[in-house]
């Protein structure tokens, strides 16, 4: 079985390496492919990778190349992981939005349409390369803005890519934990799209656990999302929602708080992968010891201006871990040797949320095997949520609009009906700032 995995010289590709040395089954893994524009990172990276193999028999070989059809060819599976501009980009996307009082992050509001306005022709090119060079492959897209990607990704794919998220799996696992129930044995009732979900059951046994934490405020400020939202808010939703909604339930302390940072997280990752890199190319270095370290620090720091606004305090240790390694890795078991299994994943809506179009990649439930992942049904999100979900989609509609036509005043329409982005005037300047920065947007005419 080969993998190929694109943006293969990011840091995060030693953790998917790892959780394939812990898979010794028949039909695993044996091959890794990594691509990558950047030769130094892929040197980094296959650095990295060869320590954490150096002690476990019949390790996955790794090679590396620059050569994208090469990379292609034959291809299992394809992990698709790549970030067009790099984390400066990240950084430029904040600062940008910022500048005009909005929010930038990486995924929401206008960072996540400026990110996703250079990012999809390339997505596109990769999805039709595949479509040639190695039609049976499956795609599993982790980058972001992750939905929006899988849904530039499909309309040349079909269900033959499939995009994920380690944040709903994480959510469930919390709600699980404080429950007392067996993740593996709950059915978590989540659905939206990507970054934008909300968790509105747990069944175990068919019992709905939800309503128990819902009515008891000492188990609901017990972990991240409650310490976040707060109990008030919860209870009064009568949901919990995935951890990126605090960006807009909150929307005016976070921007705030992103304004008076000393760095913003782009322009921190950006100064701390720069380090990593550049100690790569030391030869003395233990590649691992550096990674790891590196590794923590980021996860200690992930969302850490939400959580001050929240005082929501340090993160849970549980929650250091990640976890996206994990779903990428149950997802190809499911697929390639038919071990069923139950994944909340980025696919075509197929009638799960009504209010959406069938072709609309949404965030849901899949049951995943042999076949690939289908949509289970959820029950319907309230009125709120629903606008929200729409608007959202909208946008994402007129970012893919922009990128097939390569039109401006489409890229202006997108920015402006983001719930985010409260003027129109607002989205004109922040098209002229974006296609100003980057490169990647001089296709907008
Ligand atoms: C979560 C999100 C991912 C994101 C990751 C890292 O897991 O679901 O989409 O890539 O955090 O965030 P960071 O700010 O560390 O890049
Ligand atoms: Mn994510």
């Not at 980094?44 to 019949?58: I, N, S």
């Not at 289970?376 to 909208?394: E, F, M, N, Q, Y």
Request: aromatic share 6%.
């Amino acid at each position: 079985m080969k993998l190929t995995i694109l943006g293969g010289g990011g840091f995060r590709v030693p953790l998917v390496y790892g959780a394939l040395l812990t898979d010794r089954g028949e039909g695993r893994v044996t091959e890794v492919v990594l691509h990558d524009l950047d030769d130094s990172r892929l040197y980094a990276v296959a650095r990295v990778l060869a320590e954490q193999a150096a002690t476990v028999p019949d390790a996955p070989t790794v090679t590396a190349t620059t050569d994208l059809d090469e990379a292609l060819r034959g291809a299992d599976f394809v992990f698709s992981a790549i970030r067009v501009g790099g984390l400066e980009g990240r950084a430029d996307d904040e600062r940008v939005a910022l500048a005009e009082g909005v929010l930038g992050q990486e995924t929401v509001g206008a960072g996540g349409i400026a990110y996703g306005l250079r990012t999809v022709p390339v997505a596109v090119d990769i999805a039709r390369r595949v479509a040639r060079l190695a039609p049976d492959a499956w795609v599993i897209n982790f980058t972001n803005p992750a939905g929006l990607v899988t849904e530039a990704m499909s309309r040349h794919l079909g269900d033959r890519v499939i995009g994920i998220c380690d944040s709903p799996v994480g959510l469930g696992r919390r709600i699980a934990k404080v429950l007392g129930a067996n993740p593996r044995e709950a059915f978590i009732d989540y659905v939206g799209l990507n970054h934008l979900g909300w968790v509105r059951g747990l069944r175990v046994a068919g019992r709905d656990e939800l309503p128990r934490l819902l009515a008891d405020p000492d188990l609901l400020g017990s972990f991240e999302e409650g310490k976040l939202f707060g109990t008030d808010w919860l209870q009064s939703l009568g949901a919990i929602p995935n951890e990126y909604l605090h960006y807009y339930y909150f929307n005016r302390e976070t921007v705030r708080a992103y304004t008076e940072v000393e760095k913003t997280r782009g322009a921190f990752l950006r100064d701390q992968q720069a380090r990593f890199y550049d100690e790569m190319k030391r030869p003395d270095t233990s590649a691992l010891t550096a990674w790891d370290r590196t590794r923590a620090e980021r996860e200690a720091t992930y969302m850490a201006e939400n959580r001050e606004t929240a005082g929501a305090g340090e993160r849970d240790e549980d929650d250091l871990s990640g976890g996206y390694e994990k779903v990428a890795l149950a997802l190809m078991r499911a697929i390639a040797r038919d071990e069923r299994t139950t994944l909340i994943l980025n696919v075509r809506n197929q009638g799960a949320l009504s209010v959406l179009d069938s072709d609309a990649v949404i965030e849901v439930p899949c049951l995943v095997d042999a076949n690939g992942a289908h949509p289970v049904a959820v029950a319907p999100l309230p009125d709120h949520a629903t606008g929200l979900v729409c608007a959202v989609k909208g946008v994402e509609r007129e970012v893919l609009t922009a990128a097939e036509n390569g039109s401006r005043t489409t890229a202006v329409k997108a920015f402006s009906l983001h719930p985010l982005v409260d003027s129109v005037n607002v989205a004109r300047r922040l098209v002229e700032g974006y296609t100003e920065v980057h490169p990647g947007l001089a296709y907008l005419k």
